[in-house]
C-alpha cells in the first residue's frame, strides 16, 4: 500500500510524484505507456513560459509556475528554464483582444512593452526580412518569456521523484479505480494497489478512467503537431537574437528561437489539428498544416526554408480551455487535472499544487476557475472559446 497514486505521468504527474516523493510521501505512480512516450503531450524539446496572459488570475499563476520550476532547478542543480524574451504579436483587427493581456499584466505589476511593428522589425531585424510585421501590428514585449523542454523536463522530475523515493510504474495501464472505504483501489492487470487519494493527470484518457466512477468531463482531443524547417542562415534566429513569439490572431501561430533540434527554426499552428481518438490517431504529418506553417513562417520572417520534420502531439481542450484541478465531486480522495493545452509551462505548479491536496491542503481561491462545478467547463465546445 502507498498514500497517494499518480495515473499517467506525462508533465502533470511525473511533477505531482516529485513534489509528494519530497515531502516524504510515499507515492507511486502508473503510465500505460514507457516512460517518455511520445503520444501523448509532454515530448519534443520546447514549451512557452511566459507571464503574459489574458486574466489576472492566470498572470498570478505564472509567477507560482517560475517559482515551482526553480525549486526543481535547484534540487537538481541543472538549468531547466532559458529565458529568450517573447513578443505577442497583435495584426489590427487581431481576434485575440490585446486589453486582456495588458490589463491583465498591469493588474499583477508585471513588466511589458507595447511596440509597434518598427520597434519589432528594429529589435529582432528577422522579422524585417517577411511581410507580416509591419508598422500597425503591436507587440506585447515580456523580458521573462522564456522555453522550458518538454521531454528533458519531464525526465528530469521522474529522476528527481525516483531519487525521492517515488515507484514509477511504466507499461502499466490502469483498468479500473475503485472506491474501498475511505481508501481507493487502483486497478492493473498485477492485481489491485490500495492507496489513500489517488490523482488522475491522465490527460486524454482521463475520461476512460472516470467513465466506470459515472463521471465523464466535456473535452475535446486533437491531433496537433509542431515542424521544425532548415534554413540556409539558421544563426539569425538563434536565442539572443529572435524571440519566442505568438501570433495573436486566427489562426493563431507560435515558433521559438534556434533551441533543442538545432538542424530547424521550430513553428506551429495552436488549435489547427482535428479531433482523434487517442488510442487510434495516426503519427503521420498533415501535409495541410505543413504547407499553411510555412506559407505563415515565410511572410513572418522571410523565405528560405527547406523540407520540416514535424512531430505530432495531443491537445486536449476543455470547453473553456481552462485548467480543471479538482478533487472529484462526491469522492474527495481522488484528484484529477487537466492542462488544457496550456498546461506545461505549469507542470511544477500543478505537481506541488496537487500533491499539497493529496496530503489534505485545501484548495485556495486561486483553484476556484478551475474547479469541477464552474459553467465553462461544461458549456458546449465552441472553438472560439480557445483562442487565447
Not at 517518455?36 to 519534443?44: I, K, L, Q, T, W
Not at 496572459?53 to 538549468?79: N, S
Request: some cysteine.
Amino acid at each position: 500500500m502507498a498514500d497517494v497514486a499518480v495515473i499517467g505521468l506525462g508533465g502533470l504527474g511525473s511533477a505531482t510524484a516529485y513534489w509528494l516523493a519530497r515531502r516524504d510521501v510515499s507515492v507511486v505512480g502508473f503510465e500505460q505507456f514507457e516512460l517518455g512516450h511520445v503520444r501523448g503531450a509532454s515530448h519534443d524539446h520546447s514549451r512557452i513560459i511566459r507571464r503574459s496572459y489574458h486574466t489576472p488570475e492566470y498572470v498570478r499563476l505564472t509567477a507560482g509556475a517560475y517559482d515551482a520550476w526553480q525549486a526543481v532547478e535547484a534540487d537538481c542543480g541543472e538549468h531547466i528554464i532559458t529565458v529568450t524574451g517573447g513578443v505577442d504579436l497583435f495584426p489590427p483587427g487581431a481576434a485575440i483582444d490585446h486589453g486582456t493581456y495588458t490589463a491583465s499584466l498591469a493588474a499583477e505589476r508585471v513588466p511589458f512593452e507595447w511596440i509597434d511593428g518598427a520597434e519589432i522589425r528594429s529589435r529582432w531585424p528577422a522579422f524585417a526580412k517577411g511581410s507580416l510585421v509591419t508598422p500597425d501590428v503591436m507587440g506585447l514585449y515580456s523580458a521573462e518569456t522564456g522555453i522550458v523542454p518538454a521531454g528533458p523536463g519531464t525526465a528530469t522530475l521522474q529522476r528527481l521523484a525516483v531519487a525521492h523515493g517515488a515507484e514509477l510504474r511504466e507499461h502499466s495501464p490502469v483498468r479500473e479505480i475503485r472506491a474501498a472505504g475511505g481508501e481507493v483501489d487502483v486497478i492493473t492487470d498485477d492485481g489491485a494497489t490500495r492507496v489513500g487519494h489517488v490523482v488522475i493527470t491522465a490527460d486524454a484518457w482521463t475520461n476512460r478512467l472516470l467513465a466506470p466512477m459515472g463521471r465523464s468531463i466535456p473535452m475535446v482531443v486533437t491531433r496537433e503537431q509542431v515542424s521544425y524547417f532548415p534554413h540556409a542562415d539558421l544563426q539569425r534566429f538563434a536565442v539572443g537574437r529572435f524571440p519566442v513569439w505568438i501570433w495573436m490572431d486566427d489562426p493563431s501561430f507560435y515558433g521559438f528561437p534556434l533551441y533543442g533540434d538545432m538542424s530547424g527554426l521550430k513553428g506551429s499552428e495552436d488549435c489547427g489539428g482535428s479531433e482523434v481518438d487517442p488510442d487510434t490517431r495516426t503519427f503521420d504529418p498533415d501535409p495541410g498544416m505543413e504547407d499553411r506553417l510555412r506559407s505563415f513562417m515565410e511572410q513572418l520572417v522571410g523565405p528560405g526554408f527547406g523540407a520540416p520534420r514535424t512531430a505530432t502531439c495531443l491537445y486536449t481542450l476543455t470547453s473553456d480551455r481552462d485548467f480543471l484541478l479538482d478533487t472529484l465531486p462526491g469522492i474527495p480522495n481522488v484528484s484529477v487535472a487537466l492542462g488544457a493545452a496550456h498546461g506545461f509551462k505549469f507542470a511544477a505548479w500543478f505537481g506541488r499544487t496537487l500533491a499539497g491536496l493529496a496530503c489534505g491542503e485545501p484548495a485556495g481561491p486561486d483553484l476556484a476557475p478551475f474547479s469541477f462545478d464552474r459553467p465553462g467547463l461544461h458549456a458546449p465546445i465552441d472553438r472560439s472559446a480557445w483562442m487565447v
